[in-house]
């Protein structure tokens, strides 16, 4: 994790606790790590889930990789070091969202495994949930999909570090949530994020 550079600061308790904010939204905060190939559908699968918590009254809000990159981490790359500066940021982003008790759909490549371990830690170590779900999808298929037309510049040699073709993807090995875009509807995908959430406790049965 990033070092700690400004001296003389302290945390600033207030009045109002996460108690207090989950009451007022009337369900609790958590962090949806989606992680998975470029073209596996996470951002997909998030957009939709969205709309179906909206629809139940849940407060959800998107955090999604090119968006972050238009903005708080566009002066990021992606060598190694700064994929890991883009996850611990937004990893940080996703806990303020989290603990302001609103479920943070945080769609990311996230290829190493440290970083993501990273973010979660940064949650357990708040007492907040932290669900990772893996958008699985074989690297042939992300590639016949290329929404972007990334694939197609990265096989070219016009994208370098690119993620599945030149940069490693490192798979989770025990997601909270696991789903196979390659196989599964995106309702279907949706159905069983909800599932998990209830099962924790983060939506009502």
Same mark, same amino acid.
């Given at each position: 994790?990033?070092?700690?550079?400004?001296?003389?600061?302290?945390?600033?308790?207030?009045?109002?606790?996460?108690?207090?904010?989950?009451?007022?939204?009337?369900?609790?905060?958590?962090?949806?790590?989606?992680?998975?190939?470029?073209?596996?559908?996470?951002?997909?699968?998030?957009?939709?889930?969205?709309?179906?918590?909206?629809?139940?009254?849940?407060?959800?809000?998107?955090?999604?990789?090119?968006?972050?990159?238009?903005?708080?981490?566009?002066?990021?790359?992606?060598?190694?070091?700064?994929?890991?500066?883009?996850?611990?940021?937004?990893?940080?982003?996703?806990?303020?969202?989290?603990?302001?008790?609103?479920?943070?759909?945080?769609?990311?490549?996230?290829?190493?495994?440290?970083?993501?371990?990273?973010?979660?830690?940064? @949650?357990?170590? /708040?007492?907040?949930?932290?669900?990772?779900?893996? #958008? *699985?999808?074989? !690297? $042939?298929?992300?590639?016949? +999909?290329?929404?972007?037309?990334?694939?197609?510049?990265?096989?070219?040699?016009?994208?370098?570090?690119?993620?599945?073709?030149?940069?490693?993807?490192?798979?989770?090995?025990?997601?909270?949530? @696991?789903?196979? /875009?390659?196989?599964?509807?995106?309702?279907?995908? #949706? *159905?069983?994020? !909800? $599932?998990?959430?209830?099962? +924790?406790?983060?939506?009502?049965?």
């Amino acid at each position: 994790m990033a070092e700690q550079k400004a001296t003389n600061v302290h945390w600033h308790e207030g009045d109002i606790t996460r108690d207090h904010r989950q009451k007022l939204l009337g369900h609790k905060g958590a962090t949806l790590w989606f992680t998975g190939l470029s073209g596996s559908g996470k951002s997909t699968v998030a957009v939709e889930l969205e709309g179906r918590l909206n629809e139940m009254g849940i407060l959800a809000y998107r955090l999604d990789g090119d968006n972050v990159r238009l903005g708080i981490n566009k002066n990021l790359g992606f060598s190694a070091e700064d994929r890991t500066e883009n996850i611990r940021r937004i990893g940080e982003v996703a806990k303020l969202f989290a603990d302001c008790g609103v479920i943070a759909l945080s769609s990311f490549i996230s290829p190493y495994a440290a970083d993501r371990d990273g973010v979660r830690a940064l @949650h357990e170590a /708040s007492g907040m949930d932290f669900i990772e779900v893996f #958008v *699985d999808c074989p !690297l $042939s298929e992300a590639e016949d +999909r290329d929404p972007k037309g990334l694939y197609k510049k990265a096989r070219a040699g016009e994208i370098k570090n690119f993620t599945g073709i030149d940069d490693p993807y490192e798979a989770p090995a025990k997601p909270e949530v @696991h789903l196979r /875009s390659d196989q599964m509807s995106v309702a279907e995908e #949706v *159905d069983v994020i !909800l $599932s998990a959430l209830r099962e +924790r406790g983060i939506l009502p049965a």
